[in-house]
T-cell receptor
Framework: DAGVIQSPRHEVTEMGQEVTLRCKPI?????LFWYRQTMMRGLELLIY????????DSGMPEDRFSAKMPNASFSTLKIQPSEPRDSAVYFC????????????FGPGTRLTVL | GQQLNQSPQSMFIQEGEDVSMNCTSS?????WLWYKQDPGEGPVLLIA?????ELTSNGRLTAQFGITRKDSFLNISASIPSDVGIYFC?????????FGAGTTVTVRA
């Protein structure tokens, strides 16, 4: 079975540019999560979708960050404009009805903003 | 989210050793999860625990859900080189996972 798929795996961009990260959850999973991981703050939940609807976006740092889930098999996290402090590894995770609280993570996108 | 205290922060293992790490919380959780993260990869779920007192094994890994529901431990028996990585505990009562800071396991030179 395919796991969570994320693209790109690495992104290097300059300050002020728009960045779009992509995620395909595990087929059949109805919940999707975006996380950010840094050395200083560890893993932080940014936003949670259930059945394609954003339920909790309290972790989104500021208006520069936005996330969408147009259908059950695709989600994007966009940063516009990007800043050097956004440099981190961004993970997408998914969860299904039958897997209780178990979240399955993708390989992550390492973002570097110069 | 809620703060989990995970210890030790790091440890060195020698092949064949048993290792142990634990997580404690000031709050009660309904679920405890243990993940392993290799460099450049996402966390991989190792074990999920759903009942207080539950002891669950996955190969050489054994984890327990503490009776008070405020702690959990993970044991690795007969460690092998590929056990190196960062191990995270996570507690949950709903969709939110509260993560520990991680235990970094390194092979002793």
């Amino acid at each position: 079975d395919a796991g969570v798929i994320q693209s790109p795996r690495h992104e290097v961009t300059e300050m002020g540019q728009e960045v779009t990260l992509r995620c395909k959850p595990i087929s059949g999973h109805n919940s999707l999560f975006w996380y950010r991981q840094t050395m200083m703050r560890g893993l932080e939940l940014l936003i949670y979708f259930n059945n394609n609807v954003p339920i909790d976006d309290s972790g989104m740092p500021e208006d520069r960050f936005s996330a969408k889930m147009p259908n059950a098999s695709f989600s994007t996290l966009k940063i516009q404009p990007s800043e050097p402090r956004d440099s981190a590894v961004y993970f997408c995770a998914s969860n299904g009805y039958s897997s209780y609280n178990e979240q399955f993570f993708g390989p992550g996108t390492r973002l570097t903003v110069l | 989210g809620q703060q989990l205290n995970q210890s030790p922060q790091s440890m060195f293992i020698q092949e064949g050793e048993d290792v142990s790490m634990n997580c404690t919380s000031s709050s009660i959780f309904n679920t405890w999860l243990w993940y392993k993260q290799d460099p450049g990869e996402g966390p991989v779920l190792l074990i999920a625990l759903y009942k207080a007192g539950e002891l669950t094994s996955n190969g050489r890994l054994t984890a327990q859900f503490g009776i008070t529901r405020k702690d959990s431990f993970l044991n690795i028996s007969a460690s092998i080189p590929s056990d190196v990585g960062i191990y995270f505990c996570a507690g949950s009562n709903d969709y939110k996972l509260s993560f520990g800071a991680g235990t970094t396991v390194t092979v002793r030179a």
